[in-house]
């Protein structure tokens, strides 16, 4: 299998992304970020939120490996929505990451709690100032993270450009089957938080029997099930034997009969309703 995914646009996306979430600014984070360039990934997530965007431009400047060569995604945090301060937050991000660029920027929360009254006029807005960045240069491909179907047709009726990515929670037991049809419908690659659903789902018992037959761990189980799923799963560690282990899964393949067990593993609930969010 190919380690990258082409987007709408034609740019290409390493297929397996490097998650920050929770590494606030710290050595920590510049070590995990060099662990996992030195193990092979090209994709680092991270965003405005996660507190952690300058620990990152430290850990891609000293690893030596040239900037068009790392595939960096951030995001646009909820404070933030609306043309000119879209713009302004850009800039901070990009300055704090030591670019003048991203590969990819998302806005992160559809409907945040400051614009829950006029949220489909703010993203319309904030889109706007996505679409400029996208035409100027500064940013290769322009995405979403958490939209749910409405959020996307609302989006869509003043969108010159479809999104590119929708990074959404999902994980085996969270399949996310209606979102990913409607990601589709308008050409949009599927990103995945959480893909391990916090550690828990590597516990299930469908997911250890298939580990055990492969002889693989249950992390690269799930992974490998996003891969042939054409998702993009951003897995996140600070050990770097997990970090080297979850890159490592470019070398088995999971059958039809193993993709439908995945598949039907019992669905629960998201962790958050982005329509209910309370930031």
């Known amino acids: ?26 050595q920590q984070c510049v070590d995990s970020v060099l662990c996992a360039l030195d193990c092979g990934y090209r994709h680092i997530d991270t965003a405005y939120f996660y507190k952690n965007e300058k620990s990152i431009g430290e850990a891609v400047h000293q690893s030596g490996i040239h900037r068009d060569d790392i595939f ?5 945090w909820n404070d933030f929505h609306g043309y000119e301060s879209t713009l302004a937050a850009f800039e901070e991000s990009v300055k704090a990451l030591g670019t003048d660029h991203l ?31 996208y035409r100027d240069g500064r940013v290769r491909a322009i995405g979403v993270s958490n939209f749910m179907p409405h959020h ?37 690659l599927t990103e995945a938080w959480a893909p391990f659903q916090i550690g ?30 054409k998702v993009v799963p951003l897995p996140k560690s600070v050990t770097p034997e997990r970090i080297l282990s ?14 439908a067990a995945m598949d039907s593993i019992p669905q629960h609930a998201p962790r958050h309703d982005p329509d209910k969010i309370d930031f």
Not at 72 to 76: A, C, G, P, V, Y
Not at 178 to 187: A, F, L, Q, S, V
Not at 246 to 259: A, G, K, P, R, T
């Open 1 to 26: 299998m190919e380690k990258y995914f082409e987007l709408s646009n034609k740019v290409l996306i390493p297929n397996i992304g490097f998650g920050t979430w929770r590494v606030p600014e710290s």
């Open 246 to 259: 979850n890159i490592q899964v470019y070398d088995f393949e999971l059958s039809s009969e193993d993709m």
């Open 152 to 188: 996307l047709e609302e989006l869509m009726k003043t969108a010159e450009i479809a999104p590119m990515v929708n990074q959404i929670e999902m994980q085996p037991g969270l399949n996310r089957d209606k979102e990913r049809e409607c990601n589709e419908k308008y050409g949009i």
């Open 200 to 229: 828990e789902v590597l516990n299930d018992v469908t997911v250890c029997a298939l580990a055990e037959k492969h002889q693989k761990t249950p992390a690269q189980i799930i992974l490998r099930w996003f891969l042939q799923k």
């Open 103 to 133: 590969d990819l920027y998302l806005i992160h929360w559809p409907n945040p709690l400051k614009y829950r009254d006029d949220w489909a006029r703010a993203n319309a807005e904030t889109w706007r100032a996505f679409e400029k960045l």
């Open 72 to 76: 960096i995604t951030s995001k646009l």
